[in-house]
T-cell receptor, first 117, second 110 residues
């Protein structure tokens, strides 16, 4: 049973560029959440997708957007990259259904390390 | 808003018991979770407490006191492989948000 997978593993971009990160949830899971983790800090919640819609959103600007596909996989898009966007981006999946998606066990992927120069 | 506090570092020896505390401030509290993260790895779920009391899972136990906005993770019979960062995380705002604490780096010495 495949766990959560993310691609790419590493990415280098320059300021002002746009980036798309991808996530495939654990088999059978219907909810995907995205987090940003700066070095030495805890993950920060970006947003959560369920039934192809953004269900919850953390305190991140509109430059951060996402999408969920019918197969439950998800993308995170970041426009107009800033140096401060350099971080590990984590995807977590859960089987939430109509619950919040946070009270169930979240399974995290290995992350995508984004470096903005 | 929501905020969590936990010690930044804890050091213990193999075989010992260590307790990592977490205090939180939030509205619409749903529950407190604990995650383990090894260097370069992904966070791994350890436990979730929605009600007051102690939850035990093998060598790890987690406690919650909703009235005190406080919880802790207890690790027993420490092993070298337990060296990692441990994060508490609160589900608040009536299930609308999920906030991680700053993390506690545990070092287990031989």
């Amino acid at each position: 049973d495949a766990g959560v997978t993310q691609s790419p593993t590493h990415l280098i971009k320059t300021r002002g560029q746009q980036v798309t990160l991808r996530c495939s949830p654990k088999s059978g899971h219907d909810t995907v959440s995205w987090y940003q983790q700066a070095l030495g800090q805890g993950p920060q919640f970006i947003f959560q997708y369920y039934e192809e819609e953004e269900r919850q959103r953390g305190n991140f600007p509109d430059r951060f957007s996402g999408h969920q596909f019918p197969n439950y996989s998800s993308e995170l898009n970041v426009n107009a990259l800033l140096l401060g966007d350099s971080a590990l981006y984590l995807c977590a999946s859960s089987l939430a259904g109509t619950s919040s998606g946070f009270t169930d066990t979240q399974y995290f992927g290995p992350g995508t390390r984004l470096t903005v120069l | 808003g929501q905020s969590l506090e936990q010690p930044s570092e804890v050091t213990a020896v193999e075989g010992a018991i260590v307790q990592i505390n977490c205090t939180y401030q939030t509205s619409g509290f749903y529950g407190l979770s604990w995650y383990q993260q090894h260097d370069g790895g992904a966070p791994t779920f350890l436990s979730y407490n929605a009600l007051d009391g102690l939850e035990e899972t093998g060598r790890f136990s987690s406690f919650l006191s909703r009235s005190d906005s406080y919880g802790y993770l207890l690790l027993q019979e420490l092993q070298m492989k337990d060296s990692a960062s441990y994060f508490c995380a609160v589900c608040g705002n009536y299930g609308q948000n999920f906030v991680f604490g700053p993390g506690t780096r545990l070092s287990v010495l031989p």
